[in-house]
C-alpha cells in the first residue's frame, strides 16, 4: 500500500510547486488602487531600485509591489497612471506623482502574471502569447479611476517586445482623455519608447498625448523634475 500512497503525494507535491497562480499574488493585487502623494513619499522605493532593468533573464515577481488599498478624491489637478509586473515602472511612477504633487493609480490585471507570464523566452507564455497579438486585451481588475477634474495624465509602463504591454490598450480603449494632456513614459531594458506612446494615443482617439519617454528605473526625484520641465 505504501508503494503507491508515497508516490501519489510525492506528484501531488510537484504539481502544486508547478502551478503558475500564485495565491499570494492574487490576493496581492486584486484591487486597484489611488494613493495620494503623501503615501506615495511613503512608499519604500528600494524594491524598484533593486530589480534589475535587462533582459538577461526573466523578471522576479517575488519583488511584486506593495499594494495600497485606499481610494480619495484629491482634487489634484494631475494623475499619474502606471501597470508595472516586477515594480520599476511602479518607482518612477511613484517619484513623478511626488514631484508634480499628485495622485496615482495603479493599473491592476484581473489575472496576475507570474514569472512564468514573464518568461519572454518562451515563445508559449503568456506575455508572448499577448504581444504576438495586437488585438489582445487583457482584462483589468476593478477598474475604478476617472479623470474627471483632472487637466494632466502620466501614463507609464514597460516596454513589452518593444511596444507597451496590452493590458494598456485595454486602459485607453476604455477611458476618455478628451481635454487631457498625457505624458506617456516607459522603463525598459534598453529600448526606447519608439512607436508605444503613439500607438496608445492612436489606440485612446482623443487627448493631447506628447511624445513622452524611456526613463532609467532609477532615476532621481531632480531628474524627473528636469525632465518635466522639458516636456513640450
Ligand atoms: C515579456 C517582457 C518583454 C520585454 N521586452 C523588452 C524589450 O523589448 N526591450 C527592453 O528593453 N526590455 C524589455 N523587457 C524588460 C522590461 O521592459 C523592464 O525590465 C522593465 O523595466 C520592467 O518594468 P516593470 O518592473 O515595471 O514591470 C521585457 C520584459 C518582459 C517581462
Known amino acids: 500500500m505504501k508503494r503507491i500512497i508515497i508516490p501519489f503525494l510525492m506528484m501531488l507535491c ?20 489611488t494613493i495620494t502623494q503623501t503615501e506615495a513619499q511613503q512608499t ?54 511626488n514631484v508634480t504633487n499628485a495622485d496615482l493609480y495603479e493599473i491592476i490585471p484581473a489575472e496576475p502574471y507570474c514569472d512564468a507570464d514573464l518568461d519572454w523566452n518562451d515563445k508559449n507564455s503568456r506575455t508572448t502569447i499577448e504581444m504576438n497579438d495586437p488585438d489582445a486585451r487583457p482584462a483589468i481588475a476593478d477598474d475604478i479611476v476617472s479623470f474627471d477634474g483632472y487637466s494632466t495624465v502620466y501614463i507609464g509602463y514597460p516596454i513589452w517586445w518593444g511596444d507597451a504591454p496590452r493590458i494598456m490598450s485595454t486602459f485607453v480603449e476604455t477611458h476618455d482623455f478628451s481635454g487631457l494632456t498625457v505624458i506617456p513614459f516607459c522603463t525598459s531594458g534598453g529600448s ?29 526625484e531632480d531628474e524627473l523634475s528636469t525632465w518635466i520641465s522639458g516636456l513640450n
Request: aromatic share 2%; net charge negative.
Open 14 to 33: 510537484m504539481m502544486g510547486l508547478s502551478a503558475c497562480g500564485n495565491s499570494e499574488n492574487e490576493s496581492d493585487t486584486a484591487s486597484s488602487v
Open 192 to 220: 526606447g519608447i519608439g512607436r508605444s506612446g503613439s500607438n496608445l494615443a492612436s489606440q485612446a482617439g482623443n487627448g493631447n498625448w506628447l511624445d513622452g519617454d524611456r526613463l532609467d528605473g532609477g532615476i532621481s
Open 44 to 97: 519604500e522605493t528600494a524594491e524598484q531600485e533593486e530589480n534589475s532593468n535587462d533582459m538577461s533573464a526573466p523578471a522576479d515577481t517575488t519583488a511584486a509591489p506593495e499594494k495600497v488599498d485606499h481610494v480619495e478624491t484629491t482634487g489634484r489637478d494631475t494623475i499619474v497612471v502606471f501597470f508595472s509586473a516586477t515594480g520599476t515602472t511602479k518607482g518612477v511612477a511613484e517619484r513623478i506623482a
